[in-house]
């Protein structure tokens, strides 16, 4: 892209000290700046993160030896409830898309903003009210939901605990989320910068897109689904209670027409950002770029149609059970086009391990476990095996945590200096980093051998053959909060105390670096022209063909 | 590993060790290419980058062989799945029901039992119903899971081929003591199984007329 046309010789007001017509706190509560409003929910998203981390870790702590440890039976099935509930709602599901999409959604594709950015202060909003409803139903008489985040009927209408609560929170920041969707698909459709078509777009971008289809065709079937519940708490009207007459098996499957493409909400703007780093520290152009950017709408497409592989044990027919689980085999495909075009992103480059690079390579390294043992569960008679053990819960963490999560670290790491014109100590990161990969790791694989051995999940208390791979997850989660902290410690020091960074502190080539960091209000003085894809580093090779 | 006798172990492991040798593969060579190739590029080393923009037969291949793998695993998967639906039209048959939190057995003659008893080497078609909420009937050592609902005819079967007692867990979150519902099934050779059960349901039939009004449902 013409780098002459958009560095400015007098830096704007960034868009964190601009002065508007509010003041104080509503200065940033009432702002429509996409930049923002996508901070706004970077504070908000990591305030529930270390929630559901607190969670975890005393469920962890719980587990560590059999028989009670710290809490009672309906403490722990609060817990982790409340945990699956907060970390996808209020973290994975917004923690890509409405932190780093809004915030550089806009940028990447050289716009001033979101093609609605009031809707857009709107959907922060709710998601927020749903966060505040999620963390009064924990406090209100009845207690806490105790029904896993999946809230199967017929025992989501029977507990006495505060399911309603739980699931109007579901419901509203469900709205949050097809809000943005909308918004995201409006706006890459609508404000691209002169010159930028399609297959220009990066690859971020197009994960976006894909992602907010998603969000606006599949939120809905759950809000209703989550409203049908409530009906037939408040009403009795008998929809999926058997005992009224309605089918359990029918809330599944619309749960799961739901909360299945969910994951890929949750994956593909990880991914997103994993395509966006990997060029930047290779210093070379993406490999297969149409491949990565076609392989986003092809899972997209497929992960939406294999919901029922979360059911290959409640009695489907015969042909429900190979058709889904053939599609969930194939939906491997796409995910191993983008591995292998990553890897082979770095063959030739010129590679420098910087924080996010780190995190980026883990995130394949973990991807790929998860990956591997989710084609193990779709395999039908491997998955009456382990369905429903610790076995799954290892694998989508290795997933949700070790992709997504790591996505997000990667994405913090990566743009922090763009979005507060500071650099944090590279070093303490790329400590942080690995002592989080050790602890990951030490946290979840012993949980594939013990669900293999049949440790079921959801479980209080469990057999003693198992206490070895619980006693060792325990530790793992320790050693896993440590970087955390180390990682969360270094960025905060950074906001206060950092070194300066420039407007292009990796040399990156995408527009977010043409321009001065923290941002201005409307990011580019003038549009920019877009003449070339997003990823080219030739000049690097020309310039050193020059030096020799 | 893998102990425990069923006449799935072998299906279900198998798989497993398939997908397992498959992945492992991949995984390494995965890893080992980014290892390798960090090392090698490293920019102090190599400071020149060769922009590369993609390679239409690569793409082919790893299109291509990824289907190819991923279709042979469905087919193991589904064979070995189809194995389990079908029961033999001799299977004993065994009604078992779950509710908070605990497991009961019936047999075709009345007698209930705690615990699952079956003869060695004979199928067992077991029966699932809920009175309550959905359980999940799985027996790990056997490799095999149904869902218990209710109101639906769930059912699954078995040859257990190895004496033993082994666990019945139930593996659908069913609320406060979901993790206490255990149960055992005990695998007898056929004789023995034969007079354990002539002996529990002698008793069945004293008790029976002792107590006209209390039958034993089903």
């Known amino acids: 892209m013409n780098d002459h046309t958009m560095t400015t010789v007098h830096p704007e007001m960034s868009f964190l000290n601009i002065k508007s017509k509010h003041k104080g706190i509503l200065a940033w509560i009432l702002s429509t700046d996409h930049k923002r409003i996508g901070i706004l929910y970077l504070i908000t998203m990591l305030i529930f993160f270390s929630v559901g981390v607190l969670f975890g870790f005393l469920m962890r702590l719980e587990l560590i030896a059999p028989g009670k440890t710290i809490v009672e039976p309906q403490t722990y099935n609060s817990l982790f409830t409340v945990h699956g509930v907060v970390m996808i709602f209020l973290f994975i599901i917004p923690g890509l898309p409405a932190v780093f999409g809004n915030f550089f959604l806009p940028i990447l594709i050289g716009a001033k903003d979101v093609a609605f950015p009031r809707l857009n202060l709107l959907s922060w909003w709710l998601f927020v009210t749903g966060g ?273 999560g790591f996505g997000v670290f990667a994405a913090l790491h990566y743009w922090f200096p763009k979005m507060f014109g500071k650099m944090y100590n590279r070093k303490v990161a790329k400590y942080a980093a690995s002592i989080m990969i050790l602890g990951f790791h030490t946290l979840y694989f012993p949980l594939f051998v013990a669900g293999y051995l049949g440790m079921p999940r959801r479980y209080y208390d469990y057999l003693p053959e198992f206490h070895i791979y619980h006693f060792i997850s325990t530790i793992g989660s320790w050693i896993l909060i440590v970087g955390l902290i180390i990682m969360f410690a270094n960025l905060i020091i950074a906001l206060k105390k950092g070194a300066k960074a420039g407007s292009n502190p990796w040399g990156g080539e995408t527009l977010e670096w043409k321009i001065q960091s923290p941002p201005a209000l409307e990011n580019f003085e003038t549009i920019p022209q877009i003449t070339t894809g997003p990823y080219d580093y030739s000049k690097y090779e020309v310039e050193m063909e020059k030096v020799k | 590993m893998f102990s425990g006798g069923s006449n799935f172990i072998k299906d279900v492991d198998g798989v497993f060790l398939f997908i397992l040798a498959i992945s492992l593969v991949l995984l390494l060579l995965i890893t080992f290419l980014m290892v ?128 033993g007692s082994y666990d019945i867990a139930c593996a659908e979150y069913c609320g406060l003591k979901h993790s206490y519902m255990y149960s055992k099934v005990v695998v007898m050779p056929e004789d023995e199984f034969n007079n354990w059960f002539t002996e529990a349901s002698k008793k069945i039939i004293q008790k029976d007329s002792s107590n006209v009004n209390k039958t034993f449902v089903k």
Request: glycine share 6%; hydrophobic share 50%.
């Open chain 1, 132 to 404: 505040i409803l999620a963390v009064i139903s924990l406090f209100l008489p009845g207690g806490p939901a105790d029904t896993g985040w999946t809230f199967y009927v017929p025992y989501s209408v029977r507990t006495s605990t505060n399911v309603i609560i739980a699931l109007i929170a579901a419901f509203v920041i469900g709205f949050s989320s097809i809000l943005t969707g909308l918004n995201f698909v409006t706006t890459i459709h609508r404000l691209r910068a002169p010159g930028m078509s399609w297959f220009k777009l990066p690859l971020f971008t197009w994960s976006l897109y894909a992602t907010g289809w998603v969000q606006v065709l599949a939120t809905p079937i759950v809000g209703i689904t989550l409203l049908l519940v409530i009906i037939e708490r408040w009403f009795g009207v008998g929809i999926f209670d058997p005992s009224l007459g309605g089918d359990p098996i029918l809330y599944q499957h619309l749960f799961w027409i739901y909360s299945h493409p969910a994951v890929y909400i949750m994956i593909l703007p990880a991914m997103g950002v994993i395509s966006e780093i990997i060029p930047v520290f290779a210093r070379r152009t993406i490999f297969g770029y149409k491949f990565i950017a076609f392989s986003s709408i092809a899972i997209a497409l497929f992960g939406s149609l294999v919901w029922a592989h979360h059911m290959f044990t409640v009695g489907m027919s015969d042909t429900a059970q190979w058709i889904f689980s053939l599609l969930t085999f194939l939906v491997a495909i796409p995910s191993a086009i983008k591995v292998f075009n990553w890897v082979a992103t770095l063959y030739k480059g010129s590679i420098d391990l910087e924080p996010p690079m780190i995190f980026a390579l883990a995130f394949i390294f973990q991807f790929a476990i998860g990956g591997f043992t989710g084609i193990m569960q779709s395999s039908l008679a491997l998955n009456i095996h382990i369905h429903d053990t610790s076995f799954v819960v290892a694998h989508f963490h290795y997933t949700m945590f070790g992709g997504t």
């Open chain 2, 36 to 163: 390798f190739f960090v090392i090698k590029y490293n920019r102090k080393k190599n400071p020149q980058p060769k922009n590369i923009s993609g390679n239409i037969w690569l793409e082919v291949l790893w299109t291509v062989i990824p289907t190819v793998l991923v279709l042979g695993m469905f087919y193991y998967g589904w064979v070995g799945y189809k194995k389990m639906k079908d029961v033999p039209s001799n299977a004993m048959i065994v009604k078992v029901t779950a509710q908070m939190w605990l497991w009961e057995f019936f047999y075709s003659n009345g007698l209930k039992t705690d615990t699952l008893y079956v003869p060695q080497n004979k199928a067992v078609k077991a029966e699932l119903s809920s009175k309550d909420v959905n359980h999940s009937f799985y027996i790990p050592a056997f490799r095999i899971k149904k869902d218990v609902i209710p109101l639906k005819d769930n059912y699954l079967w078995f040859i257990a081929d190895q004496v």
